[in-house]
């Protein structure tokens, strides 16, 4: 059964920087493609950062603050964030799907809702001062 879980979640100052990691369960990562979402107060849940066999997207709100990263022999996926702003403020979740049902990380990332892949259950990271 496949099962998604998030951990390093937290508080930080604006500019600060926070890791988080997601175990993926029940997927090869090798045939996965693995996405990191954010959903915001009020806001539509939105793609972040994604990534299938070491090829990732990044939203443009993250591009060269954030960095996706995998290790397929452990079947965890990283995102590593700096310089955070009050906006980054969100519920993040990690998402898993084969690739064969959803063929790139583009693609991932772009997706809306959440009628897909194997989700998370969040971790909630707030960037106040």
């Known amino acids: 059964q496949a099962q998604i879980m998030e951990f390093g979640g937290g508080s930080v100052q604006p500019g600060g920087s926070l890791s988080l990691s997601c175990t993926v369960s029940g997927y090869d990562l090798k045939y996965s493609v693995v996405g990191w979402f954010r959903q915001a107060p009020g806001k539509e849940r939105e793609g972040v950062a994604c990534?299938?066999?070491?090829?990732?997207t990044l939203s443009d709100s993250v591009k060269g603050r954030f960095t996706i990263s995998e290790d397929v022999t452990q079947n965890m996926v990283y995102l590593q964030m700096t310089m955070l702003k009050p906006e980054d403020t969100a519920v993040y979740y990690c998402?898993?799907?084969?690739?064969?049902?959803?063929?790139?990380?583009?693609?991932?990332?772009?997706?809306?809702?959440?009628?897909?892949?194997?989700w998370g259950q969040g971790t909630q990271v707030v960037v106040s001062s």
């Open positions: 990534i299938s066999l070491d090829r990732a």
């Open positions: 998402v898993a799907d084969h690739n064969w049902w959803i063929t790139s990380a583009d693609s991932m990332c772009r997706k809306t809702g959440t009628d897909f892949g194997t």
